[in-house]
């Protein structure tokens, strides 16, 4: 089973969970990355793209399988992230592989300055994916919080992790190489 892991090279937690009018009752991360740049964000597991809503390019990632959580709870899950500038090479339907990059830091949908939005929703896709809450704020459904959700990799480079209690790991698919065997298809 995979983990699900937050893959940027870069931590940089610029927007905590739950503070001020943004992220007001949300678990969702503002990312920064690096710099004032567009650092790149790869996809925590293999997963399907359910919904693109492009007023913020907000894009819902599902994971094809259940995947297990930095705090051990094995479930489906499902990512959505918000303003990266040019979604036009995803639709849904698209299959995403593990460590596969798909999303990029920018400032569509009233975004001052380039990071993703980043918020976990525990289980698959339901509904648009997303709701209100009291407080006006977009908050994806069954949402968990991204550290429980979210390992980091043993290489990331933690410019500000937020305070969160993070899990790492290094266990990923794409760095495990498979021998091929006998009786195995290969698809080119
Ligand atoms: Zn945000």
């Not at 925590?44 to 259940?66: C, H, M, Q």
């Not at 995947?67 to 479930?75: L, S």
């Not at 994916?129 to 459904?141: H, Q, R, T």
Request: charged share 25%.
């Amino acid at each position: 089973m995979q983990k699900a892991v937050l893959m940027m090279d870069y931590l940089n937690v610029s927007q905590k969970a739950n503070s001020s009018f943004s992220h007001k009752g949300d678990k969702a991360l503002d990312l920064s990355g690096k710099d004032k740049g567009k650092d790149y964000l790869k996809a925590p597991f293999t997963g399907i793209v359910k919904r693109i809503y492009t007023n913020a390019n907000a894009v819902w990632l599902e994971s094809k399988d259940k995947v297990e959580y930095a705090d051990g709870t094995v479930d489906y899950m499902t990512v959505m992230t918000l303003h990266d500038n040019d979604v036009s090479d995803l639709k849904v339907g698209d299959v995403i592989n593990q460590g596969e990059v798909y999303y990029q830091e920018g400032t569509r949908g009233q975004a001052t300055g380039n990071h993703i939005h980043l918020a976990v929703g525990k289980g698959k896709f339901t509904g648009n994916g997303w709701y209100k809450n009291s407080y006006g704020v977009w908050c994806i459904n069954n949402q968990y919080d991204v550290y429980k959700a979210l390992f980091l990799l043993d290489t990331v480079k933690i410019i500000n992790g937020g305070g969160y209690d993070w899990k790492k790991t290094n266990d990923l698919d794409v760095v495990n190489t498979y021998i091929v065997q006998k009786g195995d298809r290969i698809f080119m």
